[in-house]
């Protein structure tokens, strides 16, 4: 699956425990194209109760290779859109706003649509483009969700490590 979103909201995020074949697979299983990453509002997001254990799942799923994260900030799309396959088809495409878009700072109405084969071809083709402007910030993501300052286990038990603020720039660099 590939995913071009404009922000990563860990609330709306919907990971399940990493598969077994998806963690023996050679290469991600889904990717993560962003163009906005904000360290401060993303570990804040990982640090309250409702969200530590997407977190957990989130770190987990990028340390063992299934999910890898890039940032795009000057390639631009609009609408969010996900590309689901099937082996090396694109079989569909999700088109639209996403659980994760705050409502009240919209204008207009939500909406979204499922399309097939064609269009999921066509978003693919323009993912491909988009995946390779970005930059890698999987290994930031670790570090921010991992390392800095408190650690999520995989039960989203936290410890604190250090007291220190996260300085998110060469994190994310």
């Known amino acids: 699956m590939d995913m071009a979103l404009t922000r990563l909201h860990l609330r709306s995020l919907l990971l399940p425990c990493m598969p077994r074949l998806a963690a023996a697979r050679a290469g991600p299983w889904a990717r993560l194209l962003l163009t906005e990453l904000n360290g401060v509002a993303l570990h804040e997001e990982a640090s309250d109760p409702?969200?530590?254990?997407?977190?957990?799942?989130?770190?987990?799923?990028?340390s063992m290779g299934g999910l890898a994260v890039r940032m795009s900030p000057l390639a631009?799309?609009?609408?969010?859109?996900?590309v689901f396959r099937r082996g090396p088809d694109s079989v569909s495409?999700?088109?639209?706003?996403?659980a994760g878009d705050d409502a009240s700072k919209l204008t207009g109405p939500l909406w979204g649509i499922h399309l097939g084969p064609t269009e999921a071809r066509l978003a693919s083709n323009r993912f491909?483009?988009?995946?390779?402007t970005g930059h890698?910030?999987?290994?930031?993501?670790?570090?921010?969700?991992?390392?800095?300052?408190?650690?999520?286990?995989?039960?989203g038990a936290r410890r604190h490590r250090r007291s220190n603020p996260v300085d998110t720039l060469p994190i994310l660099g």
């Open 50 to 62: 409702a969200t530590r254990d997407t977190a957990a799942r989130l770190l987990n799923w990028i």
């Open 76 to 82: 631009g799309w609009a609408p969010d859109f996900s």
């Open 128 to 132: 491909e483009r988009l995946w390779k």
């Open 93 to 98: 495409v999700l088109l639209g706003s996403y």
């Open 136 to 155: 890698d910030v999987g290994p930031g993501l670790v570090k921010l969700l991992g390392g800095g300052g408190r650690v999520l286990g995989p039960s």
